[in-house]
Structure formats: C-alpha cells, structure tokens
C-alpha cells in the first residue's frame, strides 16, 4: 500500500522560503511509471497544481507557470523523499498544500498517452504567511 | 491552458437521488486524460474516475464517468451519506499544466 506522509513548517514570515517534504512508502521515486505532485488549495485560487517531477531514463521536472520563477521540487531516492522548495512567500502563498502520486504512461514504451489520476494523497499541511 | 469549468456550483440533494455533475473544457480533452475526485473537509482529495470512465479502485458503481470532446460528466446514482463532498473533475495530457474545475458541492437538501 502507497503511503505518502507530510512534514514541514505550517507558519512563515513573508519573504522566506517555504520548503515542505513527502515521504514515500510502498513505491519507488525512480518508479517509470509514476510522477510525483505537488499542489495548494485555498478558498481564492481552488486546487491549484504546482509542479510535479518524474523519473523516465533521466529526472523531469514541470512547473506550473505562476511559481516557476519561485519554485524547486527535488527528490533525496536513498531516503525515498522528494520536497518542495517556494522562494520568497507572500500571504498570497497561504493554503493547505499537499503532494500526491500520479500514475502516466509516458515512461512505457509503445502506446499513446494515458493519464491514471492522482491516486495517492499526502495528508495535507496548512501553511499560512503572515507578519 | 485548458480550463475546466463545472456546473453547477453547488447542488441541495436528499439521499437516494441521483445526481449528474457537469465538466466543460475549454477545448478538447482526450477522455485519456480526464479524472474525477471527491474531497470532504479537512480531507485531501480522493480519486473517483480515470479515463473519463474507469472507475478506480475500491470505488463504488454508483459512480460513473462518462463524456467526451469538451463535456464530461460524473453521476452518483442513490446518494448515500457519505457521498455528500465537493467534487473535482481534473485533466492532463502530459504537458502542463496539470488543472482543475472549480468544483461542484453536493449537499444535504
């Protein structure tokens, strides 16, 4: 059973990086099958994607446009951690983030495109930027 | 960007209805890519739907997806309780980025 479990700071000071870790049990980052997703989600800016990073022969990462000058998702595979870096935190960057696991087919070999969801969910942290 | 909206925002409904959910694409998704989730307070979101149809795993037939082109849709036929949630429909065809609807909230009447 895949488990992905939160740590990280919920309380910053505008101006500081936000940096937040998932720890993964029963599956492996290096996994071709598998990305792994970070999001936010508050009340002004609904389920919000930020990035996600992937393992096919080589390490990927996408951002999403509105945090891509901010942002680093990096992974540690001998602790089977990966982790989200945000430079510079507004309040605007207040919400409740969480990472998940997505399952693709773009690490196999033959066939078209197949996205399987984000099956696996982290707990969630509540994170709030104030003074 | 594609850009999902749902309709409507919020549904009042007793238990035993059935209800259809409604996801538009700003253009057209490939049924590969859409998914449905559900999310109750204070819960990280659970995945419903893959492939605008496949149910995933654990999940009951009561929900089913169907669609295709720029509609889409997800309906829970005989609200149980537990069913009463905010729901998410969500597409990515493996270019970012990744996005969702808006939501739509189904609640008691």
């Known amino acids: 059973q895949v488990q992905l479990q939160q740590s990280g700071p919920g309380l910053l000071k505008p101006s500081q990086t936000l940096s937040l870790t998932c720890a993964v049990s029963g599956d492996s980052l290096s996994s071709i099958s598998a990305a792994w997703n970070w999001f936010r989600q508050s009340p002004s800016r609904g389920l919000e994607w930020l990035g996600r990073?992937?393992?096919?022969?080589?390490?990927?990462?996408d951002y999403a446009d509105s945090v891509k000058s901010r942002i680093n998702i990096n992974v540690d595979i001998s602790k089977n951690l990966f982790f989200l870096q945000l430079n510079s935190v507004t309040a605007e960057d207040t919400a409740v983030y969480y990472c998940?696991?997505?399952?693709?087919?773009?690490?196999?070999?033959?066939?078209?495109?197949?996205?399987?969801?984000?099956?696996?969910w982290g707990q969630g942290t509540t994170v709030a930027v104030s003074s | 960007e594609i850009v999902l909206t749902q309709s409507p925002g919020t549904l009042s409904l007793s238990p035993g209805e059935t209800v259809t959910l409604s996801c538009r694409a700003s253009e057209i998704v490939s049924t590969r890519y859409l998914a449905w989730y559900q999310q109750k307070p204070g819960q990280a979101p659970r995945l419903l739907i893959y492939?605008?149809?496949s149910r995933a795993t654990g999940i009951p037939d009561r929900f089913s997806g169907s669609g295709s082109g720029t509609n889409f849709t997800l309906t829970i036929s005989g609200l149980e309780p537990e069913d009463f949630a905010v729901y998410y429909c969500q597409q990515f065809g493996g270019s970012p980025p990744l996005t969702f609807g808006g939501g739509t909230k189904v609640d008691i009447k």
């Open positions: 492939g605008a149809s």
């Open positions: 990073t992937s393992y096919r022969s080589k390490w990927h990462q």
């Open positions: 998940a696991r997505d399952i693709d087919s773009s690490g196999w070999p033959h066939g078209e495109y197949y996205f399987y969801g984000l099956d696996v």
